[in-house]
């Protein structure tokens, strides 16, 4: 028997995340056999191995859903459990120990690869569409490998190139401007880990969240580098950002091929890096699709149409 803990915070949130009258918690204990209970605003979830994560899962999706949206129906509810118990071909050597209590499971076979790669190689591309979990599974794999003293520190890294819009007219400093661009990394950090863990950790420089151009002259030893969004880095940038790799270093770069911000006629650092490097060893490339997305239901769809008017023209 293993225990887990979903913080949940006020009974408003309870209500949305449980529904009225507990309706959306019967529909887990329905088909999950996990007992689940509620205590001092978290959820508590006690049963076997399999159990716990598979609700686990289930409810973190919940929260997820009701964080974006707001109250969610019984069919939303039925189609995240239907999702989550349905991966039961995935191996557990796949799920990310992230902290005591709470682990995070790759939700498709694409996942699984990109987890494995990682942890398989030091120099790893992942291309794929918004919504496939390219930044948070690496965000996650790179929090499980400090936990176990496998590095000494994480560096999360992106360009500030602008999608469309203009900031430099916005107020504040240079540090200010930038924050916009990594405000997603540190989105994923604090999911895995508490506001002051974080903040203690980035005060010791054993988190870095920096953009790309803050890179170059930087040597990382024991370093687990992560660079987002790389589908806007120059071939320049892209060659600089690779260099910076120093022993005991695993570098996982990712980004998504059909989002380049880059100046017309300018080629993307993360095209040509994964035609140039592919016979490399120690390199491995991740593909994931639109059977990979794991947002709202509606992404896929999203994304199919999208890419089908492109096609089109």
Known sequence: ??????????????????????????????????????????????????????????????????????????????????????????????WIDIRSGRKIRPRTAGQSRYIQAIREH?????????????????????????????????????????????????????????????????DALREMMDYEQVRRYMEDDVIEVVPLAYMRGRTLNGAFIILDEAQNTTVAQMKMFLTRMGELSKVVVSGDTSQIDLPPHTKSGLIDATSRLRDIDGFSKVVLTGKDIVRHRLVQDIVRAYDEKGKKR
């Open 1 to 94: 028997m293993i225990e887990a803990t979903i913080s949940v915070g006020s009974a408003e949130n309870l209500v949305l995340l449980l529904g009225t009258k507990d309706q959306h918690l019967k529909q887990i204990r329905g088909l999950i056999p996990a007992k689940i209970s509620t205590r001092d605003g978290k959820i508590h979830v006690l049963g076997d191995e399999d159990a716990v994560y598979q609700a686990t899962a289930v409810l973190e999706q919940l929260k997820a859903t009701v964080h974006r949206q707001g109250p969610i129906d019984p069919e939303q509810v039925s189609q995240i459990i239907q999702h989550v118990t349905s991966r039961t071909d995935l191996s557990h050597d796949d």
């Open 122 to 186: 030091d120099l790893v591309f992942c291309v794929g569409p918004a919504g496939t979990g390219k930044t948070y599974l690496a965000v996650a794999t790179a929090v499980e490998a400090l936990r176990s003293q496998q590095i000494q520190k994480i560096v999360l890294v992106r360009p500030a190139v602008e999608a469309g819009e203009s900031l430099g007219y916005l107020p504040g400093d240079l540090q200010a401007k930038i924050n916009p661009y990594l405000r997603p990394l540190f």
